[in-house]
């Protein structure tokens, strides 16, 4: 089994036991001034996979913030609040830690911050995303949603309907395979995440319009 790899193509892909306690060395060359922020959920915090990649950074000279106000599905609201979070510390870093939600309130949050819109402006895209000035960084903690390589954010907005945003916009710098972070969760749920990434592994390629970089 390949234990490491690298894929380069937008967004960059770094596969490898243990690196998200690296975390550090992929951003020194794009956070020159060390601030950063990371987006996760109570869930995750309480399964010690926050603490020792904020442990990391601190270790060699970041300032590290912490947002974990995420309750279930991704809302528009949690996004809002995440993201005048961002306008307010100006960090240069973004970091998405944990399963889908987590991820797409990190990337709907990074977005929006560099507007003094709500999330909901750009629902259904209602209006084109405005251009991010923060790096975005993404950690999943399970497999199966792939929210860390998609330009897609699914949320809940005021009304309770389910929405969704996209654009380049919303596509992270790097995504941080790891898969040290999803050694705790509940067998039934990896074998249900791992069915998950199967099933969109064989629509890659069988879809009318599969191509040899989807197969891939």
């Not at 590290?64 to 995420?70: A, E, K, R, S």
């Not at 705790?184 to 995440?193: I, V, W």
């Not at 890659?204 to 191509?211: D, G, L």
Request: net charge neutral.
């Amino acid at each position: 089994m390949t234990v490491s790899f690298n894929h380069s193509l937008a967004p960059a892909i770094k596969f490898g036991a243990g690196l998200a306690t690296r975390l550090a060395k992929e951003l020194v060359p794009i956070c020159t001034d060390r601030q950063v922020l990371i987006i996760s959920d109570p869930g995750v915090i309480a399964a010690d996979l926050v603490d020792p990649v904020m442990a990391s950074l601190k270790k060699h000279g970041f300032s590290v913030d912490l947002f974990n106000d995420i309750k279930g599905e991704p809302s528009a609201a949690s996004a809002d609040r995440a993201a005048e979070m961002i306008r307010t510390g100006k960090p240069s870093a973004v970091i998405g830690l944990g399963g889908g939600s987590a991820l797409d309130v990190a990337k709907l949050a990074t977005v929006v911050s560099a507007s003094n819109h709500s999330v909901e402006t750009y629902a259904l895209m209602q209006h084109p995303l405005p251009l991010r000035t923060a790096k975005l960084i993404m950690l999943p903690t399970t497999a199966g949603t792939g929210a860390e390589v998609t330009r897609t954010a699914v949320f809940t907005d005021s009304h309770n309907h389910k929405v969704w945003a996209w654009g380049d916009a919303l596509a992270a710098d790097l995504a941080i395979l790891d898969p040290e972070l999803t050694l705790t969760l509940p067998k039934t749920l990896t074998a249900a995440t791992g069915l998950d990434a199967m099933v969109h592994a064989i629509e890659a390629c069988t879809a009318k319009r599969s191509h040899p970089f989807a197969q891939a």
